[in-house]
């Protein structure tokens, strides 16, 4: 199974940039549908983006889409969120997953422990 490991998070202004690392381990990376999902205090997690096994297909959530973007190192067994442009509304714990399903946004493997993004207005 692929352990997960986040990094990257921290505190912007509305406004500003951040980027997010997901270092996987396992043979299977490159294999699996990878993405990121948020959870903001008292709400549920939810799904935030996704990308196919070689990149060649990305998911955005409509909340995030046209100011975040997924990409993937398969050769690096890594997986990054550039995210722009950010708002107080996309303050959350943002969790990077593995082998998600993309018809239903399941995720069948791994969860990573999570990183706080704080998005000041």
């Known amino acids: 199974q692929v352990q997960l490991v986040e990094s990257g998070g921290g505190l912007v202004q509305a406004g500003g940039s951040l980027g997010l690392s997901c270092a996987a381990s396992?043979?299977?990376?490159?294999?699996?549908?990878m993405g990121w999902y948020r959870q903001a205090p008292g709400k549920e997690r939810e799904f935030v983006s996704a990308?196919?096994?070689?990149?060649?297909?990305?998911y955005y959530a409509d909340s995030v889409k046209g100011r975040f973007t997924i990409s993937r190192d398969n050769a690096k067994k890594m997986v990054y969120l550039q995210m722009n442009s950010l708002k107080p509304e996309d303050t959350a714990v943002y969790y990077c997953?593995?082998?998600?399903?993309?018809?239903?946004?399941?995720?069948?493997?791994?969860w990573g422990q999570g990183t706080q993004v704080t998005v000041s207005s």
């Open positions: 396992g043979r299977t990376f490159s294999t699996y549908v």
């Open positions: 997953a593995a082998d998600i399903v993309i018809a239903t946004w399941e995720v069948y493997g791994s």
């Open positions: 990308i196919d096994w070689n990149g060649g297909s990305t």
